[in-house]
């Protein structure tokens, strides 16, 4: 009995994931299923949530948070939303000050068009 007892009690130990894990594999299933919008509210939890234990954070979760901010930066921009989107690549810099944070942030304020280059508005004529 204790010869089956204690792998089983490794392997649940090491197969439960947490609420903010499992958001995260939802938000990017729904993210490659097209489904942008849910993809930000399960990415949205997963900060959410773990802005509320801010001061006890380790390390993966450091990280984690920095993959949900990244992630929601990559939606934002897919949707054309820069404006939020540069604000969440920035947060995941932040947090976790890697290659790939910056590069996503650089790839994204590339993308919002500079004053020169926003339509501009045409005055109605009077007659």
Known sequence: MKKYLYPLLIF???GCKGD???AMERG???YQWEMIEKAVLEFKFVVHNLSSQNEKLDYSQIRLKSRAH?????????KEWYDDAV???R???ELFPSD???KVMELIQNKIPTESQKPVKQKPTTP
Do not use: S
């Open 28 to 30: 990017i299933q729904y």
């Open 12 to 14: 649940l130990a090491l």
């Open 100 to 102: 790939d944070n910056r």
């Open 70 to 78: 990244h992630n929601l930066a990559v939606a934002y921009a897919k």
């Open 87 to 89: 604000l969440e690549a």
């Open 20 to 22: 903010a894990e499992l």
């Open 91 to 93: 947060e995941a810099f």
